[in-house]
């Protein structure tokens, strides 16, 4: 899948996730496991069951992360999300903006 929203999405995380590594020296020397955290993340948007009218994931009804690589994007876009505004402003409103989106209804072959 790489639609428009789904490209923006895999930039906007890609951003965060840079952002993130220059905050601390550890986060620098360790850039083969943020490297693998982005492309896990860039697999994961391309497997949305939502496709491009996906919400937001922390208003997804379907959490596709593994609960550990979930909490750590959590804590990266917690510091890194305040200071996109200031580095990647368009992103940042993009981002502000898909995030009012309403929730999508479930495709009916994911639903029980």
């Known amino acids: 899948m790489?639609?428009?929203?789904?490209?923006?999405?895999?930039?906007?995380?890609?951003?965060m996730?840079?952002?993130?590594?220059?905050?601390?020296?550890q986060?620098?020397?360790?850039?083969?496991h943020y490297q693998a955290l982005n492309d896990y993340a860039d697999k994961r948007?391309?497997?949305?069951?939502?496709?491009e009218e996906k919400p937001a994931c922390k208003q997804c009804p379907v959490?596709?992360?593994q609960p550990a690589k979930r909490e750590e994007m959590k804590q990266i876009m917690r510091w890194a999300g305040p200071r996109m505004l200031w580095?990647?402003?368009?992103?940042t409103v993009r981002h502000l903006i898909d995030d009012r989106r309403?929730?999508?209804?479930?495709p009916e072959k994911y639903r029980k």
């Open 2 to 15: 790489n639609g428009k929203r789904i490209r923006r999405e895999k930039l906007t995380i890609r951003r």
């Open 17 to 25: 996730i840079a952002l993130y590594q220059q905050r601390c020296p």
């Open 27 to 32: 986060a620098l020397a360790d850039r083969e």
């Open 45 to 51: 948007l391309d497997k949305c069951v939502f496709g």
């Open 63 to 65: 959490h596709c992360y």
């Open 87 to 91: 580095r990647h402003p368009i992103l």
């Open 102 to 106: 309403p929730v999508p209804e479930l």
